[in-house]
């Protein structure tokens, strides 16, 4: 059976209708979300109520959690100080505009979902905001899955989709006792293991515009990175008429992952 993984939706309610009509003309009728349904986005409401009303089951997002509980999850992920005050801007107006009883449904959201032996996350399975670049050291690529019990690792939040195999490998551990004189080699061989990364229905930043998710075959274990076109223009006349920056809407519309990046290496997270 086929199954469709969406994730970062942020608020594009353009983007998140196309990408669910290309789902439904395959006939897949389960999908996950990865979060972040909220945030950057003109449209908070109108997505969470469309996830809500396709009961679509879901985990929660970095940007979920932080307008539950605050901007107290620091990770240091703005590239430049002017990119962070737009984002604490993005977050107030958020939670400004969200309805208390979309904030509940936020709140209720389970921090992972897990389906036989896959685990689906936002940021990875120790937090909402840790990142599983697709370069990332492949030990702890694969420290991550092996840690969560999965074979399969679904996450987002990086808004960059992949899929990364990490093929059958093995550790060797040395250990001496106290004396320093007798050593004991233990290997451990580890089995294939697989991360996949949704990317981004509402914000892709993979150096395109059009929206991306993924479609997993249980039978044949296969993973499809699919690319969607949307309505950009819809989005980014609705983010200027909600008075969000409007960087918002020109990096949207490019496809460029920050608007600006510093080479300031004294930036300090102000959180």
């Given at each position: 059976?086929?199954?469709?993984?969406?994730?970062?939706?942020?608020?594009?309610?353009?983007?998140?209708?196309?990408?669910?009509?290309?789902?439904?003309?395959?006939?897949?009728?389960?999908?996950?979300?990865?979060?972040?349904?909220?945030?950057?986005?003109?449209?908070?409401?109108?997505?969470?109520?469309?996830?809500r009303d396709r009961k679509i089951e879901t985990?929660?997002?970095?940007?979920?959690?932080?307008?539950?509980?605050?901007?107290?999850?620091?990770?240091?992920?703005?590239?430049?100080?002017?990119?962070?005050?737009?984002?604490?801007?993005?977050?107030?107006?958020?939670?400004?505009?969200?309805t208390d009883e979309n904030k509940e449904f936020?709140?209720?959201?389970?921090?992972?979902?897990?389906?036989?032996?896959?685990?689906?996350?936002?940021?990875?399975?120790?937090?909402?905001?840790?990142?599983?670049?697709?370069?990332?050291?492949?030990?702890?690529?694969?420290?991550?899955?092996?840690?969560?019990?999965?074979?399969?690792?679904?996450?987002?939040h990086t808004h960059l989709p992949y899929v990364?195999?990490?093929?059958?490998?093995?550790?060797?551990?040395?250990?001496?006792?106290?004396?320093?004189?007798?050593?004991?080699?233990?290997?451990?061989?580890?089995?294939?293991?697989?991360?996949?990364?949704?990317?981004?229905?509402?914000?892709?930043?993979?150096?395109?515009?059009?929206?991306?998710?993924?479609?997993?075959?249980?039978?044949?274990?296969?993973?499809?990175?699919?690319?969607?076109?949307?309505?950009?223009?819809?989005?980014?006349?609705?983010?200027?008429?909600?008075?969000?920056?409007?960087?918002?809407?020109?990096?949207?519309?490019?496809?460029?992952?920050?608007?600006?990046?510093?080479?300031?290496?004294?930036?300090?997270?102000?959180?």
């Amino acid at each position: 059976m086929k199954h469709a993984v969406i994730s970062c939706l942020h608020a594009n309610l353009s983007a998140v209708e196309a990408v669910l009509g290309d789902i439904d003309r395959q006939g897949i009728e389960t999908i996950t979300c990865l979060g972040d349904l909220v945030g950057y986005g003109p449209q908070p409401n109108e997505v969470v109520e469309l996830i809500r009303d396709r009961k679509i089951e879901t985990c929660q997002g970095c940007w979920d959690e932080d307008i539950i509980d605050g901007l107290d999850a620091c990770d240091c992920s703005y590239p430049s100080q002017l990119a962070e005050r737009r984002g604490h801007m993005a977050h107030q107006w958020t939670t400004e505009e969200l309805t208390d009883e979309n904030k509940e449904f936020l709140a209720s959201l389970p921090t992972s979902i897990r389906r036989g032996r896959s685990l689906f996350v936002h940021g990875s399975p120790n937090s909402q905001h840790e990142y599983l670049l697709p370069d990332m050291d492949a030990f702890a690529a694969l420290e991550r899955v092996e840690m969560s019990g999965a074979d399969t690792l679904f996450c987002g939040h990086t808004h960059l989709p992949y899929v990364r195999e990490l093929g059958n490998g093995s550790i060797r551990v040395n250990i001496k006792n106290a004396s320093d004189r007798e050593r004991e080699d233990i290997k451990m061989t580890l089995p294939l293991r697989r991360i996949v990364n949704a990317g981004s229905v509402g914000e892709p930043r993979h150096g395109g515009v059009n929206a991306t998710y993924v479609i997993h075959d249980d039978i044949k274990n296969d993973v499809e990175i699919r690319e969607v076109a949307y309505d950009i223009d819809r989005t980014c006349e609705a983010i200027i008429e909600a008075g969000l920056p409007n960087v918002f809407a020109w990096r949207l519309s490019n496809g460029f992952e920050f608007a600006e990046l510093a080479e300031d290496a004294s930036h300090v997270c102000e959180r």
